[in-house]
């Protein structure tokens, strides 16, 4: 009886933690890099809004990113890079946020890519209809990369 509960508490666990890395980029983060700090200020992500400055953006959960994909996007190591998150949003060109700062200059910002390290977000943004692709050529090469952005908690 008492191996069958610690069993199902060891289950029970192992599936917390298995969602929980699933939505390691949601709740508040505050800005940490320049870019982060000059443009958006702190940010809030929950499962179907992306706050910047107090005004929300309705964002749509498309499909989680390789340990690969998170490298090219995000210089991270591939051998210790976790998986990272894409999103489709719609933030238009005319949206101004601290300074007077938008996030993808005239264009609208229509993707949005996360990923976290410890206690640090890293979030790029992208325009253009089409997904990005997230090679080191890809993104090297990317007229639709608009800009990455460093956050804490």
């Known amino acids: 009886m008492k191996k069958r509960i610690l ?8 599936m917390a933690c298995s969602l929980s890395g699933a ?37 749509a959960p498309i499909r989680q990113l390789s340990a690969a994909e998170v490298a090219a996007a ?4 591939a051998n210790t890079a976790g998986s990272g998150s ?9 949206k101004r946020f601290l300074h007077h700062n938008t996030l ?9 890519a996360t ?9 790029t943004f992208f325009s253009g ?3 990005p692709v997230f090679t080191f050529d890809g993104i090297a090469n990317s007229t639709d990369l608009c800009g990455t952005f460093t956050y804490v908690r």
């Open 86 to 94: 894409l999103y489709r949003l719609n933030v238009p060109a005319a």
């Open 115 to 123: 990923y976290v390290e410890d206690r640090t977000l890293h979030v």
């Open 74 to 77: 995000f210089d991270a190591d």
């Open 23 to 59: 939505a390691q980029d949601k709740g508040y983060w505050r800005a940490s890099s320049s870019t982060a700090a000059a443009i958006t200020g702190d940010i809030a992500i929950s499962e179907k809004k992306l706050t910047i400055n107090f005004a929300g953006f309705v964002i």
């Open 104 to 112: 993808c200059g005239t264009a609208d910002t229509q993707w949005m």
């Open 7 to 14: 069993l199902g508490a060891a289950a029970c666990l192992m």
């Open 129 to 131: 209809p089409n997904a």
